[in-house]
């Protein structure tokens, strides 16, 4: 299992959010972000595989990006946020990062699960 995975989970459905794009980034020196993963969540609103097994995190700033735009337009829902980018650092580069998106069309939260 990749090292940081995600959940979706659409609370205005009470259902998964399946077929969102997702990106994850990495910050380097200089204020750059470097696409170092990408998948699209399942039938269950998971995204397991956004980094390879055994991929070694460093320490730093990470950024996840849900593409959720695309996601409402398949359940034509309106949404208010076309993109959701969740920002946040990694210190301890042995653990495991789940980093769930609870979303609705106009509003969405997010924490840091197990």
Known sequence: MSPITT???DISQGAPASGVPVLLEFLEFEQKWDVIGEGVTDSDGRSRDLLPDGFPLKK?????TFKTEEYFNTIQVKGFYPVVQVIFEIRDQTS???V???LSPYGYSTYRGS
């Open 96 to 98: 495991h990062y789940h």
């Open 60 to 64: 730093g700033v990470y950024r996840l």
């Open 7 to 9: 959940h979706i989970l």
């Open 100 to 102: 769930p998106l609870l």
